[in-house]
Each structure stands twice: as C-alpha cells, then as structure tokens.
C-alpha cells in the first residue's frame, strides 16, 4: 500500500463550526467528520441504521478534503462490532471520499441480566494479552469491511492502573501488530492519561510505533475533582503543544494533525482564538518528516486467543449504575475513575435529552428547578439502559416521564410534538398531535424561556408532515 497523503491541519466538523470554517477557509487544509452524526436509528428491530442523506450532501459539498472518523463503533471490546453498523459507516466514508477511517479502541456494549447493551459511551478496555489480540482482530475485519486504511485511536481511560495489565503503550502496540492497522495518536489523551496518574508520556511513546501513526489529535480539557478530562472544550494546553512539536518529527507516514473543539465550546474559544489555534498548530505541522513514505509492510500476528466479555459487562454495568456481581466489579468499583465515567456518561444522556426535547426539557425545568429535572433524569437512568441515539434517549425519556413523572400541565401535548417531530425524519411519515391548549401560545412561550400563562382550553390539531 503507498502512503497516504499528507493533508495538513484540520478540524473536527459540526454544522455549529460550519460559519466559522467558511468565513476562514484558508485556516483550516481539511475536515474531520464524524459518521454517526448523520446516522438515523434503524426503523424496526434486526435493521440496520440509515443515514440522513441531505445532511450528508451538505458535508459532501463542502470543499476542503475530509476523513471519517467515528465515536460509536469502537473495536476495543471483546464483542465482536456489530456488522450492522457498516453499511452506513461504508455509505458515508465513500460520500464524503476518505482516504483513510479511524474508530477508538475501547469499549461500548456490556451484557447485563436482561441481555446485551450499549453503554453510549466509550470506556476502557481490559489491557490482557487477549483483550489486545481480540481488539486486533475486530479492527483488522472492520478495515476489511470497509475496503480502505483503518487506524485505531488509543482513549483515555480514568481508572487507576492494575495489577497485572499490560502498560498502555504495550496493549496499544500488540492491537497494532494483530491488526495491521494504523495508529491515530490523541496526544491530548496520552498526556490526560500521564496527568491522571496512569503511564507516563515518553514510556507510551517508547512502546508504541511511531511510524504507524497516520493521524495526530489534540484538544484541550478541563478540571474535576482532581481529574482532568478529555472534554475537547478549550484551546490545546501548552504541554501539549510542546509534546505534538517534540513527536512531530518522528511521524514519518502522518497525514493530518487534527484541532477537536465540541460546538457548545465554541462561543467560549471564539473565532479569533480558533484561528490563533490552528495558525500554531500549521506551524506544529512543518515539523513533519520531509515526505511520506510507503507505509512499510508488517506482518499480522494471527493470535488465536478470545477475551472473556467480564471485563466489558462490570465496566458497562458501573458506568450506567447498575449493580454489577463478582469479584472483578467490586474491585473496579473501588475505583474513583469509575465514578468520573458515571457523571460523564449521565451528563451526555442528559444532554441527549435536553437537545432533542428541548422545550419538553425547558418545561420541566421551569417547574422542577435545575436539581428536580436533575433528580428525574437521575430516576430515568437507574431504570433504563442508554441509548446510541438521541430520538430513542428521548423516546425512553418521555415514556418513564408519562409512567412515573410529574403531571404537569402542557407535559404530555408538548412531549408528543417534539417526539412527532424526531420520527418524522425516520419514518418520512407524518403525524396530528392534538393540543389540549392554544399550540402557538405554549410553543411560544416555552421558546421564549417562559412558561404558558392562561393559553385558551380546546382541541387543536397540529400536523407534522416530512419536509
């Protein structure tokens, strides 16, 4: 295989970054995307997710280079990714032309007394001899799967080193020598993971291959009681823009140094920091090799070891709360990292609902105060697994919330509408809702922050129609 090219400095893409990268396109060589968020839930149960095809149009037209990169098939479990989810995946590396595809190395489905689920969220995988050639082997059939260059992106794991595992940099290496992929390396992440007390940065940077790495990322992070986060919310932290110059010139094959900012952090960095940002990254980049190389042939180590699944089903179970038996989860479970991975994962669910249901959210918010709508949320999820999509997190959301939430008033007619108005873009199929007030008087006050005062009584239909 020859070497991939060289694209430059780029940016994670959001529709939010959208102004921003127009009205600077000379800041930024390429864009980064992320596949899942044009990916819609499968209609019925066996099916495979389907993708919005105008929002994907949009990113397709935009004109500087792209690559995929995705944050909801992980390959670091020891159950196989479900092949389900490749159709899409394919669909949209080849719409959007990637020249290479990069998923994480960690874990996101657990098996628990009611079956399989996915926790939503990506944790850490067990660091076994196993684990590493079992997560090899799912990364070598994806790549194979989709028909072009595969790497695989190291994460950030909170949890305390153990007794036994392999060192980071050595779990990371045997995945890349099963596999015969690529290494995307976060140096936001191997610092955040220095910094957390796990294995320090030059001891990774010794065990991994350094001239397997196609892709770099950095970001900057945030406090929390005593951690620091990976939470891609601010500009790149001077460390690590002193270590990216450092391991620059050791990457002989990379092809992109990515920036990763979340939208709801952009107001905070703001244009002009942005672009100061990725002008010091360009300069982080000129220290690359002169050229990029054939990417030179290594040989896969076809292991024929499996990973039992208990490392992936206590890790799953504690992230979303569950109370999970055995041995293995009562010692993870005295671990504080496993409480961080908690509140991340119930701040994203709660941000899945908050977007989706926005006025239904606002609405309970106005009645219940910021610590009751944090108290039913907190209710939801003790009862309900997560879900990978935002539609079927509201869904959940607004069925425990009719079974066993407040009766408020306008609650079930403004829930029932901004549902009609998820599904349509999945079913194409339209919907009546009928309002049991004035519709324009309680969607308009709840849009302005306020709640309805004395919207008149009756029977309003209000249709939701595709388009």
């Not at 921003?20 to 396109?25: H, K, L, M, S, T």
């Not at 050639?133 to 080193?161: C, N, Q």
């Not at 823009?241 to 979340?262: H, Q, T």
């Not at 324009?440 to 009584?457: F, T």
């Amino acid at each position: 295989m020859g070497g991939l090219p060289a694209l430059g400095v780029g940016l994670t893409y959001w529709p939010r970054l959208g102004p921003f990268v127009e009205a600077y396109p000379e800041s930024v060589d390429l864009l980064e995307f992320q596949p899942e968020t044009v990916w819609l839930p499968p209609r019925a149960a066996g099916q495979a997710c389907t993708y919005d095809a105008s929002a994907l149009d949009a990113v397709a037209a935009l004109p500087h280079p792209k690559i995929a990169h995705g944050v909801g098939f992980p390959v670091g479990g020891a159950r196989r990714p479900d092949p389900a989810h490749v159709p899409p995946l394919r669909a949209v590396v080849d719409r959007i032309g990637a020249p290479w595809v990069s998923e994480h190395l960690a874990v996101n489905t657990a098996g628990g007394p009611e079956g399989e689920y996915c926790t939503a969220f990506l944790l850490p995988p067990a660091q076994t001899p196993e684990a590493a050639v079992t997560a090899g082997r799912h990364a070598r059939e994806v790549a194979d799967a989709l028909g072009r260059p595969f790497a695989v992106e190291p994460g950030v794991s909170y949890l305390r080193p153990r007794p036994g595992e392999m060192a980071d940099g050595e779990y990371v290496a045997t995945v890349l020598a099963e596999s015969g992929c690529g290494l995307l390396l976060d140096l936001h992440n191997v610092w955040t993971n220095a910094r957390n007390g796990r294995q320090p940065v030059d001891e990774f940077l010794a065990q991994v291959p350094l001239d397997r790495v196609w892709e770099v990322h950095v970001a900057g992070g945030s406090e929390y009681e005593g951690y620091w986060l990976d939470a891609h919310s601010d500009v790149v932290p001077d460390p690590v823009m002193a270590l990216a110059r450092e391991v620059m010139p050791d990457l002989p094959n990379v092809g992109a140094l990515i920036f990763e900012l979340l939208p709801m952090f952009y107001d905070g960095v703001g244009p002009d920091r942005l672009r100061a940002q990725l002008d010091a990254l360009r300069g982080v980049w000129a220290l690359r090799p002169p050229s990029c190389p054939a990417l030179p042939a290594r040989p896969v180590v076809t292991g024929s070891a499996v990973a039992s699944t208990a490392w992936d089903d206590a890790i799953g179970g504690l992230a979303v709360g569950r109370d999970v038996p055995g041995d293995l989860a009562a010692s993870l479970a005295g671990d504080p990292g496993v409480r961080v991975f908690a509140m991340l994962l119930g701040e994203l669910r709660g941000s899945m609902v908050a977007r989706a249901l926005k006025l239904t959210t606002r609405l309970l918010l106005l009645h219940l105060g910021e610590a009751g709508l944090r108290d039913l949320l907190a209710k939801y999820w003790a009862t309900e697994y997560p879900r990978l999509f935002a539609v079927r997190e509201a869904e959940g959301f607004a069925a425990f919330v009719r079974a066993h939430g407040p009766r408020l008033p306008h609650l079930d007619d403004v829930m029932t509408f901004e549902l009609a108005l998820l599904n349509v873009v999945i079913d194409d199929a339209g919907a009546t809702i009928v309002f049991g007030a004035e519709p324009n008087e309680v969607l308009g006050a709840l849009a302005a922050g306020r709640l309805p005062e004395s919207p008149a009584a009756g029977s309003y239909p209000v249709v939701v129609a595709p388009g």
